[in-house]
């Protein structure tokens, strides 16, 4: 009985300790993407998602350098944090170096309104935000998507693109192609089985690609 009485009472804690888990220790997904430009790599982006219940928070960091002739024509660096109930952004804390341009986001949601002061601009918006959350297949459905590195709440729209074969990791895996547009450039998306994010292309100015392929 006594055994017993004690197996309950550390069964009890445990879950309760459960119920309190820290991100960090919670369950967690990575993509981690080596990026291009044409055929040349130039950086990298990766992300990663960790779970509890209905809450998540993802963490994104990325570096670009690119070259001309041994010297650096171009550098990017971005580094941010959302909070997520859902698919519905909470929080968000984003830091972008844009080839020395210095920007910066931060989003609250309270009482349903998500409140966003971006570089030199305030904005407040009414129901479930997402940003482009290219981690999450409900972004598919969307037809405004808030920029975080600009601030901006963006027109999209979706279009789905049909199933193909490309390579991940140097293996044949079916995929569903998507393209973006409406922001900037248009950016193109591949999802795999379970709706897994595999792989992006954004055509940008002059027409050069800017490819992720998952390490």
């Known amino acids: 009985m ?8 550390w069964r009890t804690a445990l879950a309760g300790a459960m119920l309190i888990l820290p991100f960090s220790m919670a369950h967690a997904q990575q993509w981690q993407f080596q990026v291009f430009l044409d055929d040349s790599p130039i950086g990298h982006h990766h992300f990663t998602l960790q779970e509890q219940g209905g809450e998540r928070e993802l963490k994104t ?10 010297i650096n024509a171009y550098r990017y660096v971005h580094e941010a944090t959302e909070r997520w109930s859902g698919s519905c952004l909470t929080s968000l804390n984003a830091r972008t170096d844009d080839n020395g341009k210095a920007l910066t986001v931060n989003a609250t949601r309270q009482e349903g309104v998500l409140q966003v002061q971006g570089t030199g601009a305030r904005a407040a918006h009414e129901g479930c935000v997402m940003s482009f959350a290219y ?7 969307q037809t405004r998507l808030l920029n975080s590195q600009t ?34 450039h248009p950016i193109e998306l591949w999802y795999g089985p379970g709706e897994r994010w595999l792989a992006l ?12 392929l998952l390490k």
């Open 2 to 9: 006594i055994k017993t009485r004690y197996f309950l009472t």
């Open 61 to 70: 960091q990325a570096r670009f350098d690119v070259k001309v002739l041994f």
């Open 135 to 141: 981690w999450n297949p409900a972004l598919l459905k």
């Open 151 to 184: 601030g901006q709440y963006e027109n999209v729209t979706i279009t789905p693109l049909g199933d193909e074969v490309i390579d991940v990791r140097g293996a044949p895996v079916s995929a569903r192609r998507y393209r973006i547009m409406g922001s900037k």
């Open 201 to 212: 292309q954004s055509t940008l100015d002059g027409g050069r690609k800017l490819r992720y």
